[in-house]
């Protein structure tokens, strides 16, 4: 029962969602940082991977891929990741925030998990959060605030075990156990997924970052960005993030880690509060640069539609998979 009813959430997905480009194989070990960008900037070191043999990856990427889209990873079966993480909003939602299972209001905005896999803390805010098999169980269990509202981990293997596809799936996602599904395996094989949410096909990632073609107010948004404005400091490509966590206004203390800006077109309302209903309204919610005028931040605005990557938003290899299993 559980795909119908998987499915019935994930349709409204489906329908909304743009139409699908061609389909783009992404390695599933394959990262941002480790990738050849004729940007200049030092690549990040990529933590180590397990080294499992590329076909087992690639089951397991899949397997997580379908798991990342079913709601029987909640605990009223209406809500999965996806239903937060939308691919057209580069896996964030376009709300200030999302309320889960029991409505309790949300705390922060859906990050984008575009390069997800790239990054060494996860959340705005958490710098304790280090990899994507922790941090899973957070939406699926966590209290502060209720997300997905599973009651435990007995529960959820239960109801993937019940199905046949995944129990296939299992075996060939983890042929050292033999396929048993536990928790941890469920975790490791939806952070295979969310390695493979690579976004490094925009306007800027093409040979002289697009700029000849550019319009004349993204051409001075760039000199901006990298010049007088000092945004590419703390946003640095590649990844357009240092990782590292700011004060922005000092009247709101806390330090929030430096969001990507890869996608930034479509992943609003912004700011980790979602209180910025427009790109230009989260470049001036940045009390600590020099400031600029309307017109340099709408410039700036300008050249960061740049990193939009179409493919990335359209592409088969992250959207809704096929309701038959086929295995
Ligand atoms: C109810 C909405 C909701 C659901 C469902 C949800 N998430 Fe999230 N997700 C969020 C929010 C909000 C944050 C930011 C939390 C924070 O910073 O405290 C987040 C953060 C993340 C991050 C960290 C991203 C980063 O840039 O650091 C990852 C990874 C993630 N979610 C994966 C998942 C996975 C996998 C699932 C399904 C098992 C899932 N999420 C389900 C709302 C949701
Ligand atoms: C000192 C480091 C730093 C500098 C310099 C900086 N930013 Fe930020 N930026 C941040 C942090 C930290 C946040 C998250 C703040 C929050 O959510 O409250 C952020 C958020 C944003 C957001 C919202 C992203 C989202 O996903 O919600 C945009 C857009 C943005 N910055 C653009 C810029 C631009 C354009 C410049 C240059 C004018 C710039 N930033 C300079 C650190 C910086």
């Known amino acids: 029962m559980h795909l119908r009813r998987t499915l019935a959430t994930i349709a409204l997905l489906a329908t909304a969602a743009a139409p699908a480009g061609p389909p783009v194989p ?18 990040v070191a990529t933590p180590a991977k397990p080294a499992l043999p ?13 798991l990342f889209y079913d709601a029987d990873l909640s605990a009223d079966g209406s809500m999965s990741c996806a239903t937060c993480h939308e691919q057209r909003h580069a896996f964030s939602d376009g709300n200030p925030t999302h309320p889960g299972v029991t409505d309790e209001p949300a705390i922060r905005n859906v990050p984008t998990l575009g390069n997800v896999g790239d990054l060494h803390t996860l959340t705005w805010i958490d710098q304790h959060i280090t990899t994507l098999e922790q941090q899973f169980y957070i939406p699926v269990m966590g209290h502060h605030p209720v997300e997905m509202g599973m009651s435990g981990t007995a529960e959820l293997e239960r109801r993937i075990a019940k199905s046949p596809c995944y129990r296939t799936l299992f075996r060939r996602a983890f042929p050292k156990t033999a396929g048993r599904i536990d928790t941890p395996s469920i975790a490791a094989a939806i952070a295979s997924f969310e390695r493979t949410l690579i976004t490094r096909d925009s306007p800027w990632d093409a040979p002289g970052h697009s700029l000849a073609t550019a319009t004349p107010a993204q051409q001075r948004g760039d000199t901006l960005f990298f010049g007088k404005a000092r945004c590419g400091t703390c946003h640095t490509p590649p990844l357009f993030t240092d990782q590292k966590f700011y004060t922005i206004d000092p009247r709101h203390p806390a330090r929030i880690r430096t969001p990507s800006l890869r996608n930034i077109a479509v992943t609003g309302p912004w700011l980790h509060d979602g209180t910025a209903p427009t790109p230009e309204a989260a470049i001036e919610a940045h009390h600590t640069l020099p400031p600029l005028t309307p017109s340099e931040t709408s410039d700036i605005a300008a050249f960061l ?9 359209t592409s088969p290899a992250f959207s809704l998979p096929p309701e038959s299993c086929d295995p």
């Open 26 to 43: 992404a390695p599933a070990n394959a990262t941002l940082a480790n990738a050849t960008l004729s940007d200049t900037t030092p690549a």
């Open 305 to 313: 539609s740049l990193l939009t990557d179409t493919r990335f938003l």
């Open 54 to 66: 590329p076909s087992v990856l690639k089951a397991r990427a899949e397997l997580g891929h379908r």
